[in-house]
């Protein structure tokens, strides 16, 4: 059963506007959480991480916010900018440290239109 | 610094042929993951590593063996592949304190 759950297989935005891209998960023992990005023909980048004891992470244009009690989390972008463009993968693992078993959702293919 | 490498890129098995899949970390990380991505799949955990001559099943390990001889290198094994292993297989290293785990390429799998 998918413990992880992006339920947008892909999303399209004009450059310059908000890409908001969501993820839902089931087992409360989650407690730190990382989206990825993909391009095609190479493996995910770390692109952004929060902590349970967050509800928000900012980095540059991109920012992610935590909803514990509805687990929801969210990853925004502004401004979009064509080279976003890739697969987006939400994960999360019980834990930081250590060797932390990750478990991914589907991901989201992102495209930002010029 | 190549991060992380993985060989070879692409691979046809028929079926019930062996064949190792080789991780190379050049970051001096402790921990290191294998996982599988099937379409409208997430990566799934086949094995992983706590340290050199240690290693762990993951959420889908059947069908598959792995060892870690040394640090930097940690090798995916089937010994007869089925047409359900194809997929495209991820490496990945993090290091002591956790967190981001930092990913190689991917070897795309075909059994036939």
């Known amino acids: 059963d998918q413990q992880v759950k992006q339920n947008s297989p892909s999303l399209s935005v004009q450059e310059g506007r908000i890409s908001i891209l969501n993820c839902d998960y089931t087992?409360?023992?989650?407690?730190?959480f990382l989206w990825y990005k993909k391009y095609p023909a190479e493996g995910p980048t770390f692109l952004i991480s929060?902590?349970?004891?967050?509800d928000k992470n900012e980095d540059g244009r991109f920012t992610v916010f935590l909803n514990k009690s509805a687990k929801h989390l969210s990853l925004h972008i502004v401004p979009s900018q064509p080279g976003d463009s890739a697969v987006y993968f939400c994960?999360?693992?019980?834990?930081?440290?250590?060797?932390?078993?990750?478990?991914f959702g589907t991901g989201t293919r992102l495209t930002v239109i010029p | 610094n190549a991060g992380v490498t993985q060989t070879p890129k692409f691979r046809v098995l028929k079926t019930g042929q062996s064949m190792t899949l080789l991780c190379a970390q050049d970051?001096?990380?402790?921990?290191m993951y294998w996982y599988r991505q099937d379409p409208g799949m997430g990566l799934r955990l086949i094995h992983y590593?706590?340290?050199?001559?240690?290693?762990a099943k993951g959420e889908v390990p059947d069908g598959y063996n792995v060892s870690r001889l040394k640090k930097q290198n940690f090798l995916l094994g089937l010994e007869s592949a089925a047409p359900s292993q194809t997929s495209v297989y991820f490496c990945?290293?993090?290091?002591?304190?956790?967190?981001?785990?930092?990913f190689g390429p991917g070897t795309r799998l075909t059994v036939t």
């Open positions: 990945a290293s993090s290091d002591i304190t956790g967190g981001e785990q930092y």
């Open positions: 087992n409360s023992m989650f407690d730190y």
């Open positions: 929060i902590s349970s004891i967050k």
């Open positions: 994960a999360a693992s019980v834990g930081q440290t250590g060797a932390n078993n990750l478990f």
């Open positions: 970051m001096n990380h402790e921990y």
């Open positions: 590593s706590v340290g050199e001559g240690t290693t």
